[in-house]
């Protein structure tokens, strides 16, 4: 029998990887979990899960329920959505699907859940632009409240409809800049100390323009021969990637490295991060470079509320490379001690009471 002191969450995603929402979630229901004793928090996912990450989620109180993909056959998929959310009898759904977060919500709308949460994650997409319209529709309707990671991911959602902001915050202790951490990555591929390293993060589709990356990365390297880049992530076109960076100069001085556990000894090793993006919502990796202190150059299409150090540029990514070389050779030529000045909107261990606080208040108002 459901504890009635408890308030049960059930949170759905599209598959439960190495993505950043993946990790958000993470970083929110440790604390939850960890802090809360009055609250259940049930992971919801389709796709089979990465081990690692599965693990880790079970390790820090969250309960995995796998259900079948929407691609298996929709009426499969409602139906078992349908049974999972009788037998448990959540409080709250709260949806991390972006543009089909209805579907789980329409399902709790049938059977009276209180708490109905959408939230977007990204603030653009490559849905068929005929039915996107229909898709926000169909959320804000089955949603009883709106969340975005930020800004321009919320107005992007919901348009005019009033919604809330939760942070994609993280534990910035733990990617603080270790000398130990630069010492062994350079070490073990072979960098020397005086070299320039630059380093991005991130799945290997056309959205993270990683070819452009590589075109900025050729152009400086010719002007500062003792550099490399590091491309940390895998994807479906990281074939196509290795090919390009084979037809560049500068080939040699390229590291490639697939999916990694954990990320924090990386942004150490790296002087500058760099994130020439066509568009994204609030990405983590961005972050997480903050936290460590290291200058980020970011694509001006990202969510300018992503910014909470002072060591942040955005850039343009349709005027060619040379706006980002010359903030590379702006930030080399910069003596950078790693502190930087920031804000609590992207710190854990504040933003996930306001997640807790969200979840108490709405609860009370929807069950009126």
Not at 104 to 109: E, H, I, Q, R
Not at 138 to 147: D, G, H, R, S
Not at 314 to 341: A, C, E, S, Y
Request: net charge positive; with cysteine; charged share 25%.
């Amino acid at each position: 029998m459901k504890n009635k002191s408890k308030i049960k969450v059930i949170h759905f995603v599209s598959g439960f990887k190495n993505g950043g929402v993946e990790q958000v979630l993470l970083n929110y229901t440790k604390l939850l979990n960890k802090r809360h004793d009055d609250i259940e928090n049930v992971i919801v996912y389709q796709h089979t899960a990465d081990f690692e990450k599965l693990k880790m989620s079970e390790k820090i109180g969250n309960r995995m329920i796998e259900i079948p993909a929407k691609r298996e056959g929709i009426f499969k998929h409602l139906y078992v959505t349908y049974k999972l959310l009788k037998r448990e009898k959540p409080d709250i759904v709260h949806a991390h699907m972006s543009l089909t977060s209805f579907v789980p919500l329409s399902v709790a709308t049938i059977l009276g859940i209180p708490v109905r949460i959408a939230h977007s994650h990204i603030a653009q997409d490559e849905f068929n632009p005929h039915i996107v319209p229909i898709l926000k529709k169909l959320n804000i309707l089955f949603a009883t409240n709106l969340l975005a990671c930020g800004e321009k991911a919320g107005k992007y959602m919901y348009g005019k409809k009033k919604f809330n902001i939760l942070y994609n915050a993280i534990d910035q202790d733990k990617y603080k800049y270790q000398p130990q951490w630069k010492n062994e990555i350079r070490k073990k591929y072979h960098i020397g100390a005086d070299s320039i390293v630059l380093g991005t993060i991130g799945r290997v589709v056309k959205q993270k323009n990683q070819e452009f990356l590589i075109d900025i990365f050729d152009r400086y390297n010719e002007i500062q021969p003792n550099s490399y880049l590091f491309i940390i992530g895998d994807g479906e076109l990281s074939d196509d990637l290795n090919r390009y960076i084979n037809t560049k100069k500068s080939k040699n001085k390229i590291i490639r490295i697939s999916a990694v556990k954990s990320t924090e000894k990386l942004y150490s090793a790296f002087d500058i991060f760099l994130m020439p993006s066509l568009y994204e919502g609030l990405p983590v990796v961005a972050i997480e470079a903050q936290s460590s202190g290291i200058p980020t150059l970011l694509s001006e299409n990202i969510d300018h509320s992503v910014i909470f150090s002072d060591k942040v540029d955005m850039l343009p990514i349709n005027h060619g490379v040379k706006p980002w070389v010359k903030k590379l050779q702006f930030w080399v030529n910069t003596k950078d001690n790693r502190k930087f000045k920031g804000n609590n909107n992207y710190n854990i261990k504040i933003q996930y009471q306001r997640l807790f606080d969200f979840y108490s208040r709405w609860l009370k108002e929807n069950k009126k």
